[in-house]
C-alpha cells in the first residue's frame, strides 16, 4: 500500500502502509495463542516448547505490538501483570521435575503455581485483547464499520 505523498526525497513521511501486515501479525499472534491455550501444559510438537510459555510470549507480543495506542495506565497495568508472570514462572515454575528410573526424569505438575499463573496469563490476555480493540486494532464489525472501537 503504497501512496504518493508528493514529498519523496526529505524522508520524513513514509510512503509505505504497514497496516496490512500489521493486521496480518496480530491475527497470527492471536491463532498461535489460541492454539497454545487449549493445551497449554503439553509441549510444542514442533519446537518442543511448553504450550503455556508459547500462550505468554504471543500475549507479550501482541501487547508489543499495540501498546504505543494504549493509554500510561495501560501500559503500567499490563506491564505489572506481565513482571509478576515473569517472575512466578522464574521461582514458581508449572512443572516439578522429579527423578525417575534410571536416568529419566519427570514433570509434575504443581497445580497451585500452574494456577496462579494461569489465571494471570489470562488476565493480560484478556487486557491486551481489550485494549487492542479500545484503540481500533481489531476487525470491523457492524457497529464500528467507522474503524473506530465500540468500547469507550
Known amino acids: ?3 504518493n505523498t508528493g514529498n519523496t526525497s526529505d524522508g520524513e ?7 496490512l501486515l500489521k ?5 497470527e499472534l492471536q491463532t498461535e495463542m489460541n492454539r497454545s491455550s487449549i493445551n497449554p501444559l503439553c509441549k510444542h510438537p514442533l519446537n518442543n516448547e511448553w504450550n503455556y510459555l508459547i500462550w505468554f510470549k504471543c500475549t507479550c507480543a501482541l501487547f508489543s505490538e499495540g501498546n ?12 505489572k501483570i506481565k513482571e509478576v508472570i515473569e517472575t512466578l514462572l522464574e521461582v514458581l515454575p508449572p512443572y516439578e521435575t522429579r527423578g525417575g528410573v534410571g536416568n529419566k526424569t519427570t514433570n509434575v505438575v504443581n497445580k497451585k503455581n500452574w494456577k ?3 489465571g494471570l496469563i489470562e488476565d493480560m490476555e484478556f487486557k491486551v485483547r481489550f485494549y ?9 464489525n457492524q457497529e464500528n464499520m467507522d474503524g473506530r472501537s465500540i468500547l469507550r
Request: charged letters at 35%; proline letters at 0%; zero cysteines.
Open 116 to 118: 496462579m499463573i494461569k
Open 68 to 79: 504505543a495506542k494504549f493509554k500510561k495506565e495501560e501500559v503500567l497495568e499490563v506491564n
Open 1 to 3: 500500500m503504497a501512496y
Open 13 to 19: 513521511v513514509s510512503e509505505w502502509n504497514e497496516a
Open 23 to 27: 493486521m496480518k501479525r496480530l491475527h
Open 132 to 140: 487492542n480493540d479500545k484503540h481500533g486494532l481489531s476487525t470491523k
